[in-house]
C-alpha cells in the first residue's frame, strides 16, 4: 500500500501541530481508546515534542470503519502509517493493549528497515511471553463482560450509566479485548531501542515483577517506572508520567538543545 497524506491522518492524529519540534511522540491506545485518551498530553508536553496519538478503525474518528481483532491486522498499515510520517527522531509510548501494539510495531520497523523509537515506553502490561494473568472476557454475556469492564475502572461513570454509550462501546471493547486475548507470541524478539515498563502500583494486572520481564526484549538499556494507582494510573499522573518520560528520554535524545 502507497501510504497519501490522508491515509496517515486515519492513523495518526496530532492535536497540536508543532512542525519544528525535534522529537514526535506516538501514543498507542487501550482497549477502548481512541486518539481522544491523549488529547490532553499535546498541551502538556514542551515546545520539542509534537503528540501524534493512533486511532484505531473503528475507534474514535474511524467510528465507522470496521473494528479489527487480531494484532497481525493492524500491525502492517499502521507500521507503515508511522514510517510513512517518521520525518523526526520519535518516540513511542503504549498502554494495555498499546503496549502490545507498541512492541510489535516496533519489531515490524525493525524488519522492514524503517526508522525505529529512540525511547519505547510500555504501560499496563507485563512481558507478553507470561501467562495471562486474567481470564479471557470477549466472548463473555453481556451483563457478565460489562461487570469486568466496571471492574477496569478505565470507563467513565457516565459512560457506563448511558445506554446508548454503551450500545456503541461495547463492540469496541469486545473486538480490542478479542486483539489482546488472542495474541500469541512464541518467542523472545528482542527490539533495538531503549525500553521503559511502566504500570500503577496498585494494577494486580500488570505487578512490578511481570513489568521487570520486558528487560529481556530490549537490547539497548531498561528500567521500571511505578505510579500511584491502578491499571488507569495514567488518568491521574499525567504530568507526573510525562515528566517521567521526558526524563527517560533525555538520557539518550537531547530535548533541550
Partial sequence: MMFTETSIKKWLVVPMPRPQAKLALYCLPFAGGSSNSFRAWASLLPPAVELRAVELPGHGSRLTENLYRRIDE?????????AASADRPFALFGHSMGALLGYELVLKLQETGASIPVH?????????????????????????????IRQYNGTPHEVLENQELMELMEPILRAD???????QPTAVRKMDAHLTAMGGIS??????????????????????RMFPGDHFYLLQQKMTLLQAILQDINKHFNLNG
Fill in 74 to 82: 493492524i500491525i502492517p498499515p499502521l507500521a507503515e502509517a508511522v
Fill in 120 to 148: 519505547v515506553f510500555l504501560s499496563g502490561h507485563g512481558a507478553p511471553t507470561l501467562p495471562d494473568r486474567e481470564e479471557p472476557i470477549h466472548q463473555l454475556p453481556k451483563p457478565e463482560f460489562l461487570a469486568k
Fill in 177 to 183: 479485548f478479542e486483539v489482546c486475548e488472542t495474541y
Fill in 203 to 224: 494494577d494486580p494486572g500488570a505487578p512490578r515483577s511481570d513489568l521487570e520481564a520486558w528487560k529481556d526484549f530490549t537490547t539497548k538499556t531498561f528500567n521500571v
